[in-house]
Nanobody
Framework: QVQLAESGGGSVQAGGSLRLSCAASGYTFGRISMGWFRQGPGKEREGVAAIRTGAGVTVYADSVKGRFTVSQDKAKDTVYLQMNSLKPEDTAMYYC?????????????????WGQGTQVTVSS
């Protein structure tokens, strides 16, 4: 079975940090791309960051460049999203997703396997 499990969400004040985790099972971890997406109140789902597992190639949305970092732990079949200098605009439900693409992408339509999401709330 293909399963993705996010964790690490919570509530933090502006300027704080959180690290989200996404554990994957049922995949050949080094042969997939995994992405982080978010959907805030009244907003469309947007891609935040993505990584090609194994190779480690990454891509970021302009809104989070310099603040967020996506990384991987191959031994644990897990990807992380380190979020620093958080802003209220970052408040959203965050989802991880996986696909079989060679290059990571921030297009949600390219992903067919999704986790349940973890809530991130940033207060001003």
């Amino acid at each position: 079975q293909v399963q993705l499990a996010e964790s690490g969400g919570g509530s933090v004040q502006a300027g704080g940090s959180l690290r989200l985790s996404c554990a994957a099972s049922g995949y050949t971890f080094g042969r997939i791309s995994m992405g982080w997406f978010r959907q805030g109140p009244g907003k469309e789902r947007e891609g935040v960051a993505a990584i090609r597992t194994g190779a480690g190639v990454t891509v970021y949305a302009d809104s989070v460049k310099g603040r967020f970092t996506v990384s991987q732990d191959k031994a644990k079949d897990t990807v992380y999203l380190q979020m620093n200098s958080l802003k209220p605009e970052d408040t959203a439900m965050y989802y991880c997703a996986a696909n079989g693409l060679y290059y990571p992408t921030l297009s949600s339509n390219s992903y067919s396997n999704w986790g349940q999401g973890t809530q991130v709330t940033v207060s001003s």
